[in-house]
């Protein structure tokens, strides 16, 4: 049975930081592609970050700066450090693994940024 188990979510003021984790259980996690994505009230899930199997990253514009993603393939467990955080990055992230033939996703974990 796959599970992708996120956690490291919470309150924080603006401007300050977070790291998600996301752990994987019943896939070959090396093979996978991983990426968080996030979906705030009334809005659409969007794409945040991805990290692919040669460990190349990519971020959308909106978080270019401020995020990173990382993996560590031995812990079958990719991270998000979230710096700088602004109100507008409140929502729930979620994390996906992608593979060649198959994708799952995590259950979500809430990251609430207000003063």
């Known amino acids: 049975q796959v599970q992708l188990v996120e956690s490291g979510g919470g309150l924080v003021q603006p401007g300050g930081s977070l790291r998600l984790s996301c752990a994987a259980s019943?896939?070959?996690?090396?093979?996978?592609?991983m990426g968080w994505y996030r979906q705030a009230p009334g809005k659409q899930r969007e794409w945040v970050a991805a990290?692919?199997?040669?460990?190349?990253?990519s971020y959308a514009d909106s978080v270019k700066g401020r995020y990173t993603v990382s993996r560590d393939n031995a812990k079958n467990t990719v991270y998000l450090q979230m710096n700088s955080l602004k109100p507008e990055d409140t929502a729930v992230y979620y994390c996906?693994?992608?593979?060649?033939?198959?994708?799952?996703w995590g259950q979500g974990t809430q990251v609430t940024v207000s003063s």
């Open positions: 996906k693994a992608s593979g060649t033939r198959d994708n799952y």
């Open positions: 019943g896939i070959i996690f090396r093979t996978y592609a």
């Open positions: 990290i692919a199997t040669s460990g190349i990253t």
